[in-house]
Each structure stands twice: as structure tokens, then as C-alpha cells.
């Protein structure tokens, strides 16, 4: 079975900062792995997605992710934050065969102070 | 292309009630998948249509519903509610040629059982 581990359910920065979000999987299969971004009373919007096509993935609005197979670990960077990346993060991850069944982390809500 | 689009996007019913949820996946787009968000428990996958057949499914009481039409718009169906089925419900569709399990998402259905 797939899973995926965030540390951290509430992450705090200054505007500016960089931003780091942790995403640990477990996976006895080659995974997929997302970040996806929740604004409040909205939907999630991908923010990119390691395919094992490149382990340095970029995103949209500046963020990128490195896929570390050896620490199973799919970490989301921002090297400057804004106010309006003030969110909730979710990770996750599938696998080839596993259908397209998503198995979320439960989330880091990201709160950007001045 | 217009986004995944959800109605209602806000609902009240009863416990013992039933309701229907309704999705309209991106133009093009076979698979859809519905996903329940609560405090609690996070982000769990319900099931997954595609071309009218269910090809995946989660861990739900048979409480739980759904069937695809012929243009890929799908309706997720939930019987004698519970307090407990309160939370945002997800769909997200994806193409035929995206990658495993990236999935767009609409903006909800917030439901509220008392």
C-alpha cells in the first residue's frame, strides 16, 4: 500500500523566506508523486508532479520538488515566500496500476506573515 | 476550457435524508474520481468512473454512490445520512492521455448534514 507522511500540520514564514514543506512516501513500487494546493472554500490545484521522467521537478508560482529515492522523500520548495502562497499543501501519490486513486497526506496549511 | 464544474456548491440536509451531487468533468475528459474532505480523516478517495463503468472504488459504507452518463457528467449519491457524512466533496476528472493520477479538480460541494 501507498502513503505519504507530511511532518509539520502548520508551517509558518516570513514574506520573503524560503518556504519548505515536507512529503515522506511509502511505496514498494516506482511512485507517482503530486503537490497540490487548497485555498480556502476552494478545490485543490496541482502544483506539480514527479513522473520519474527528472528527480528536480518546477511547479507553477515558483514552486519545485526533489524526488530523493534513497530518503523517500518528495520535499516542496519555494525559495521566497509571498503572502498569497498562504495555503493549505497536500501531498500525494499513486502508482502505475493503482489506477488514478490519489492517497493524500494530511495536509500543511502554510501561513505567511509580514 | 471551462474547469471541472460542482453543484451545488452548498447543501443542507437532514440526517436520514439522501442527496445527489452532481459533476461536470473538462471538456474531453473520461475519468472521473470523487473524493470526501473532513477535518478528521483528510482527503479519501470515493470511487472512480470511466466511460460509464466503475473501475475503482474506496472504503465507503454502501451508503455511497455514484454512476457516469454518456457525455463523462457524473452524480455521486449518498443515502440516510449520517452527522458524519458532513464535508466537502471533491470530484476530479482527468484525460485519457494525462499521467497516472493527475487530476483536476472542481471546486466542491460543501455539505452539511444536521
Known amino acids: 500500500a501507498q502513503s505519504v507522511t507530511q511532518l509539520g500540520s502548520h508551517v509558518s514564514v516570513s514574506e520573503g523566506a524560503l518556504v519548505l514543506l515536507r512529503c515522506n512516501y511509502s511505496s514498494s513500487v516506482p511512485p507517482y508523486l503530486f503537490w497540490y494546493v487548497q485555498y480556502p472554500n476552494q478545490g485543490l490545484q496541482l502544483l506539480l508532479k514527479y513522473t520519474s521522467a527528472a528527480t528536480l521537478v518546477k511547479g507553477i508560482n515558483g514552486f519545485e520538488a526533489e524526488f530523493k529515492k534513497s530518503e523517500t522523500s518528495f520535499h516542496l520548495t519555494k525559495p521566497s515566500a509571498h503572502m498569497s502562497d498562504a495555503a493549505e499543501y497536500f501531498c500525494a501519490v499513486t502508482y502505475t496500476g493503482g489506477g488514478n486513486k490519489l492517497t493524500f497526506g494530511t495536509g500543511t496549511q502554510l501561513k505567511v506573515e509580514l | 476550457k471551462a474547469g471541472v464544474t460542482q453543484t451545488p456548491r452548498y447543501l443542507i440536509k437532514t440526517r436520514g435524508q439522501q442527496v445527489t451531487l452532481s459533476c461536470s468533468p473538462i471538456?474531453?475528459?473520461?475519468?472521473v474520481s470523487w473524493y470526501q474532505q473532513t477535518p478528521g480523516q483528510g482527503l479519501q478517495f470515493l470511487f472512480e468512473y470511466f466511460s460509464e463503468t466503475q473501475r475503482n472504488k474506496g472504503n465507503f459504507p454502501g451508503r455511497f454512490s455514484g454512476r457516469q452518463f454518456s457525455n463523462s457528467r457524473s452524480e455521486m449519491n449518498v443515502s440516510t445520512l449520517e452527522l458524519g457524512d458532513s464535508a466537502l466533496y471533491l470530484c476530479?476528472?482527468?484525460?485519457?492521455?494525462?499521467?497516472?493520477?493527475?487530476?483536476?479538480f472542481g471546486q466542491g460541494t460543501r455539505l452539511t448534514v444536521v
Open positions: 476530479a476528472s482527468r484525460p485519457e492521455t494525462g499521467v497516472v493520477g493527475e487530476a483536476f
Open positions: 471538456s474531453g475528459h473520461r475519468s
